[in-house]
């Protein structure tokens, strides 16, 4: 089931409220489960068994890690716990890639086992595999297996992330507060999450599926393919961690921000800092910081963060293009903590350029299907293969998006959200717009609806997460 769908709008969700708050405080955990487990499963009901069978060894795990915590018997532990919730990933994500690779470099022929993805099993593996680490490193062990089960199934940021730190909402799984205006802020929240996908990310998804299929490639469409793309996945991204904090929000959960602003940063080292920063800040707690971060010499913090983002960029998909997207950025981060970024302070005009330039060459990569699309596609960009500057078919699809990707590039700047706050400021205008934001966020949820009905592109991105 879809944020971005009619039966997740106007049947789930308003039953999933209504029965949570009609329910007495104490069987409210039981009702945001259940509510969560009928998500999971609407979809693929068969995989609600697998994440059942993760979170009890997650429960069972995290109360044996605390009772032998300190001692070799707590670490063995822990690393049986997280071993186990890898496994899982790597039989389900990676099991066909591996088998593939060593199919083409031995020879053989050894039978793959394609099987189907678990949506969300990245994300709610690293909720399991951190819940464990910080036991071992002194949280206390969730004793109430129900509680643990909202934390890892809770359906707002089940399948599409954020990643949710025990420790971050460990207090608020016993005791957290619901009240009128935290129901306000959470809709508000996600309904411009929604509005972000429905409006902005899916409208040049279509561009890119337009160039995809486009029998009359220029270096013009390349560039509008590779910009389209870069502000369709930030808006998809940061649309859905809008809607998941809006309903974390609405249920009484305060989840950390996971977007801010990214394309408005001057280094790949701050890019990092705003895009997707609860998958940044995990890699960096458990397994940069482990590895022993930039505490053993330079070469070390080089290998180390070579490491962290050749497994980042395997997290993101089980293709050779996903590695390589990673060790990109390994690459240019290596670069810039030896030299560059002291350089880019010069000038915050060219190292905004260089950063965008990058990140978009990057996320070209990160979409093609595999090795030889993502090297055609960054061919293109510079008119490889004979290709003309301008074909028609570009010229049509920049007056058809020109203005969705204009909306796109101020969308992805606080120019927006820094106006409406100092107009919300205004003893004046705060006053109108109060008064108006009901109505405005009423009208954008019929417009969307709009969109959905009319059977409106829609894709879902995550399901190879």
């Known amino acids: 089931m879809l944020f971005s769908s009619i039966t997740f709008l106007y049947y789930f969700l308003p039953l999933a409220i209504a029965c949570y708050f009609v329910s007495p405080q104490k069987i409210r955990n039981g009702v945001l489960l259940a509510a969560s487990l009928v998500f999971y499963g609407w979809g693929e009901p068969k995989y609600v ?154 409208q040049l998804g279509e561009l890119c599926s337009v160039f995809r299929a486009s029998g009359e490639k220029s270096v013009l469409f390349y560039w509008m393919y590779a910009i389209a793309f870069a502000l369709h996945i930030y808006f998809d991204f940061s649309g859905y961690s809008d809607m998941a904090i809006g309903l974390g929000r609405v249920f009484g959960f305060r989840f950390l921000e996971n977007f801010d602003y990214p394309y408005i940063s001057a280094s790949i080292t701050e890019f990092w800092r705003r895009w997707h920063i609860s998958l940044g800040t995990w890699f960096r707690d458990y397994v940069y910081i482990p590895l022993g971060g930039n505490r053993r010499g330079r070469g070390r913090q080089l290998f180390n963060i070579l490491t962290v983002w050749m497994l980042t960029g395997f997290w993101h998909g089980a293709a050779w293009n996903f590695v390589l997207w990673g060790l990109l950025f390994a690459a240019l981060l290596m670069v810039e903590k030896l030299w560059l970024l002291k350089r880019l302070e010069k000038s915050r005009i060219l190292s905004h350029i260089y950063t965008l330039f990058f990140v978009m060459a990057s996320f070209v990569v990160f979409h093609a299907e595999d090795l030889g699309q993502a090297f055609s596609d960054l061919a293109g960009l510079w008119g490889a293969g004979g290709i003309p500057l301008v074909s028609r078919e570009a010229v049509y699809c920049l007056r058809s998006f020109g203005v969705i990707l204009l909306a796109g590039g101020i969308g992805a700047t606080p120019v927006i959200r820094d106006g409406i706050r100092k107009l919300f400021k205004s003893p004046v205008w705060g006053r109108v717009l109060y008064a108006m934001e009901p109505i405005a966020l009423s009208v954008l949820l019929i417009v969307m609806t709009a969109y959905l009905v009319d059977g409106s592109f829609n894709p879902f991105l995550y399901f190879r997460f």
């Not at 049986?80 to 990933?89: A, K, Q």
């Not at 593939?100 to 678990?118: E, I, K, R, V, W």
């Not at 909720?127 to 359906?155: P, W």
């Open 49 to 202: 068994l697998l994440m059942g069978i993760s979170i009890v060894l997650g429960y069972i795990f995290g109360l044996l890690v605390e009772k032998y915590r300190g001692g070799k018997a707590g670490k063995a532990l822990c690393l049986l716990s997280v071993g186990i919730s890898l496994s899982f990933l790597l039989c389900f994500k990676y099991a066909d890639f591996f088998i593939q690779n060593a199919n083409a470099l031995a020879g053989a022929s050894f039978p793959l086992l394609h099987l189907a993805l678990p949506v969300g099993i990245s994300f709610y593996t690293f909720q399991l595999i951190s819940y464990t680490i910080d036991v071992y490193r002194g949280e206390a062990a969730q004793k109430n297996l129900l509680r643990l089960a909202v934390y890892v199934a809770m359906f707002p940021q089940l399948i599409a992330g954020p990643i949710v730190r025990y420790s971050d909402i460990a207090g608020q799984l016993s005791d957290r507060v619901h009240s009128w205006h935290g129901a306000a802020c959470g809709i508000r929240r996600f309904v411009i999450g929604l509005a972000k996908k429905i409006l902005l990310a899916n």
